[in-house]
Each structure stands twice: as C-alpha cells, then as structure tokens.
C-alpha cells in the first residue's frame, strides 16, 4: 500500500528566504503528483501539478520530482507570511482513483 | 473563489446522534469525494462518487454513508456518532477520468462529545 510521508513536519523561515519541501512516496508506478495548501480552517487549494520527471514551476511554486529515488520536493521562492499553512503532498497513479495524502509540513513565514 | 460549498462549518453533537453535512459544487464536475482529515490533518478518502459508481474505502465504518441527489450534490451522513468521528471532513469534486485535479470545499468540523 502506497506510503506518502513529508519532511519536515514544521518549518520556519524568514520573509523572502527560500523554503523546501519534501516527500517521498512508496509506489514507484505512481505518476500524478500534486502540492496542495490549506489555511488553517480552509479547505485545499492545489499549488502545483507535476506528472513527469524534472521541474514544474506555477508562479513561486516549483516542484521537483524524481521518482527513481521516490521524491517529490516542493520549493517556495520569496515566501511572505501570507505563505504560513499547512502544506500537503498528494501521489497517485493515473489508473487509480485515489489520491494518497502525506503527513503535511506546517510552515510558518515571520517577517 | 469558492465553487464548492459545505455546510455546516461547524457542528456539536452527542454520542449516538444522527448528522448529515451537505455538499455543492458548481464546476460541472462529474466525480464527488468526501475526506475525513484527523487532529493530526492526516486526509484520508472516504468515499468517491459519480453517476455510475460509488467507490468506498474499506476502512470506512458502515454507519457512514453518502447520498447524492444530483452530480452537483453529495451529502454525507453519519448514522449514530462516536467520538472518534470528531474532524474536519471535506467536500472535493472533479472531472472523471484518471487521477484528475481535485478542487476542496472548505470543510465541516465535527466535535462529539
């Protein structure tokens, strides 16, 4: 069964410095990927889609994926405070239904 | 902007009671999902529906159950609360078809007591 599992669980980092995340994922067939956020008491919004290896970049939002060594890594350019949530990874494959939500990293952005 | 809507935002009940949330979204997706997230915001699909399929987790416990009108619609009721219902469940939609972008509701926070 499929394994999603993100690293670090809370991270804090200054306004405008870079951020990093990760998440490495058990099912080496798995190719849709996806980084979701979630403000506290909001729902999801999906940041980033990314389905083949290589970079994905939507506007501050670049994902990493390189499924030879099972990872996925999300990096945030300039981050404000406004960045500060729960961050979440989701993996599937494209003939399954599900997605496979990871542990999330909580980031919170100070000024 | 919001295209799928839950309600409650937030609900009280006691052990044993009955409660059923709602959820809309207006996308003009085919495919409906509900998630259970813990304390812990660990997300976990429950359920996914469309028009010809009703896809369960296994590990869902029979007193849950989901209804649904119309593709627009899928409700999610919950048969005799236990405590360990307590979480925020959300509401997703999207296109049928592969492993399709999904878009969230914002969420109904359960508390039992």
């Known amino acids: 069964q499929q394994k999603v599992q993100q690293s670090p669980e809370s991270l804090t980092v200054s306004e405008g410095a870079m951020a990093s995340l990760n998440c490495t994922f058990s099912?080496?067939?798995?190719?849709?990927f996806r980084w979701y956020r979630q403000h506290s008491g909001k729902g999801l919004e999906v940041l980033v889609s990314?389905?083949?290896?290589g970079e994905k970049e939507e506007g501050s939002f670049t994902a990493h994926l390189n499924r030879a060594s099972l990872h996925v890594f999300l990096h945030i350019r300039e981050p404000q405070p406004s960045d500060s949530a729960l961050y979440l990874c989701?993996?599937?494959?494209?003939?399954?239904?599900?997605?496979?939500f990871g542990t999330g990293t909580k980031l919170q952005v100070v000024p | 902007e919001t295209a799928v809507f839950q309600t409650p935002n937030y609900h009280v009940t006691q052990v044993g009671n009955e409660v059923s949330f709602n959820c809309k979204q207006t996308?003009?997706?085919?495919?409906m999902y509900w998630y259970k997230q813990d304390s812990k915001k660990l997300l976990k699909i429950m359920f996914s529906?469309?028009?010809?399929?009703?896809?369960v987790n296994e590990t869902v416990p029979r007193r849950f159950s989901p209804q649904s009108s119309d593709k627009a619609h899928l409700n999610l009721r919950i048969k005799s609360v236990e405590p360990e219902d307590s979480a925020v469940y959300l509401c997703?939609?999207?296109?049928?078809?592969?492993?399709?972008?999904?878009?969230f509701g914002p969420g109904t926070r359960l508390t039992v007591l």
């Open positions: 997703a939609s999207s296109f049928t078809g592969g492993a399709p972008e999904q878009y």
């Open positions: 099912d080496r067939s798995s190719d849709n």
């Open positions: 990314i389905f083949s290896d």
């Open positions: 989701a993996v599937s494959r494209d003939s399954g239904t599900y997605q496979r």
């Open positions: 996308l003009g997706h085919d495919t």
């Open positions: 529906y469309n028009n010809k399929q009703l896809i």
